[in-house]
């Protein structure tokens, strides 16, 4: 593949089934196999994306109040805005490690390269931020002890449970639970009865924990991007970080299980998809890696 400071590789040197010289950028619309896989992937991200955007309206509807300020709105958006970044981070690293060709790694197309990345982490660093501040947020959450759904119609709450909310009136109150104890968080809009509480613990820290390995991830890609940049194919540092990211991809797959447990089968299926998204920058990185071993030999 090709990067900003690498040499150009003879074409004759071309991987079987490459879709371009080395060195010369690649197409990404064609008929093989990897773009194929390529272009499925993305697509399904994209849709996927609406699905996100779509089911943040639809808690921030529930969760929202007189008074929210632009931390309020931010952090109800925070899927949203981490799933945009993410997408950015993914076409910057398949521009670098396919797309584009030597030449076009111009001085002022690597820095604004640069700052995007740099707009993206801070996007998605205040993701790590929205998360774990509903972690604290739900250990805050008011017990109301000896109480009854019922009591609280008319209040303008919702019932939540699984990430599932339900406005509560006088048709709903007596069917959604017969706990006594309930817990009242999202700003004070949203009750749960203690399953449901724990549920929402569970979901709340699986978020937390999925972002801070994507990260992770994403460092040991750079990684492996700047050392192949400089014509490093193999050594400690470029095993560490395979072996470290094929760790941190079992724990994602972990937490699409989880998912599905819960019953939250699009997120199971945007994680598989975001997974494999970043595999294929992988099946890049790792092309590249043999155009290089090619040249050497």
Same mark, same amino acid.
């Given at each position: 593949?090709?990067?900003?400071? &690498?040499?150009?590789?003879?074409?004759?040197?071309?991987?079987?089934?490459?879709?371009?010289?080395?060195?010369?950028?690649?197409?990404?619309?064609?008929?093989?196999?990897?773009?194929?896989?390529?272009?499925?992937?993305?697509?399904?991200?994209?849709?996927?994306?609406?699905?996100?955007?779509?089911?943040?309206?639809?808690?921030?509807?529930?969760? %929202?109040? +007189?008074?929210?300020?632009?931390?309020?709105?931010?952090?109800?958006?925070? #899927? #949203?805005?981490?799933?945009?970044? $993410?997408? =950015?981070?993914?076409?910057?690293?398949?521009?670098?490690?396919? /797309?584009?060709?030597?030449?076009?790694?111009?001085?002022?197309?690597? %820095?604004?390269?640069?700052?995007?990345? /740099?707009?993206?982490?801070?996007?998605?660093?205040?993701?790590?931020?929205?998360?774990? +501040?509903?972690?604290? @947020?739900?250990?805050?959450?008011?017990?109301?002890?000896?109480?009854?759904?019922?009591?609280?119609?008319? %209040?303008?709450?919702?019932?939540?449970?699984?990430?599932?909310?339900?406005?509560?009136?006088?048709?709903?109150?007596?069917?959604?639970?017969?706990?006594?104890?309930?817990? &009242?968080?999202?700003? !004070?809009?949203?009750?749960?009865?203690?399953? !449901?509480?724990?549920? @929402? $613990?569970?979901?709340?820290?699986?978020? /937390? *924990?999925?972002?801070?390995?994507?990260?992770?991830? *994403?460092?040991?890609? @750079?990684?492996?991007?700047?050392?192949? +940049?400089?014509?490093?194919?193999?050594?400690?540092?470029?095993?560490?970080?395979? /072996?470290?990211?094929?760790?941190?991809?079992?724990?994602?797959?972990?937490?699409?299980?989880?998912?599905?447990?819960? !019953?939250?089968?699009?997120?199971?299926?945007?994680?598989? =998809?975001?997974?494999?998204?970043?595999?294929?920058?992988?099946?890049? =990185?790792?092309? $590249?890696?043999?155009?290089?071993?090619?040249? @050497?030999?």
């Amino acid at each position: 593949m090709n990067s900003s400071d &690498q040499t150009v590789v003879a074409a004759d040197t071309a991987a079987p089934g490459s879709t371009a010289a080395p060195g010369g950028g690649g197409k990404f619309f064609s008929t093989a196999p990897k773009q194929l896989i390529k272009i499925a992937v993305y697509s399904l991200l994209i849709v996927n994306f609406f699905h996100y955007l779509s089911n943040d309206i639809d808690v921030a509807r529930h969760t %929202m109040h +007189d008074g929210w300020t632009l931390k309020d709105w931010t952090t109800a958006f925070a #899927t #949203t805005f981490d799933e945009l970044a $993410w997408f =950015l981070l993914l076409f910057l690293l398949e521009l670098e490690t396919f /797309l584009l060709s030597d030449e076009a790694f111009t001085r002022g197309r690597v %820095m604004l390269m640069h700052a995007l990345r /740099l707009v993206c982490f801070v996007a998605i660093g205040h993701t790590v931020f929205a998360f774990a +501040d509903y972690l604290l @947020e739900l250990d805050k959450a008011v017990v109301h002890s000896g109480a009854d759904l019922c009591q609280f119609v008319g %209040m303008d709450l919702s019932f939540a449970r699984n990430l599932a909310y339900s406005e509560l009136d006088g048709a709903n109150c007596a069917t959604l639970t017969n706990a006594d104890t309930l817990f &009242q968080f999202a700003q !004070g809009q949203a009750l749960t009865d203690a399953a !449901g509480w724990q549920i @929402e $613990w569970e979901l709340a820290w699986a978020d /937390l *924990i999925e972002v801070v390995v994507w990260l992770f991830i *994403i460092a040991m890609i @750079e990684v492996m991007v700047r050392l192949q +940049d400089k014509g490093v194919t193999r050594g400690p540092v470029i095993r560490f970080a395979r /072996l470290f990211n094929a760790c941190l991809y079992s724990v994602l797959w972990v937490t699409a299980a989880y998912w599905a447990y819960r !019953g939250h089968w699009v997120f199971a299926w945007d994680e598989t =998809l975001w997974i494999l998204g970043f595999m294929a920058i992988g099946m890049n =990185l790792s092309d $590249w890696r043999k155009e290089m071993e090619a040249e @050497e030999a």
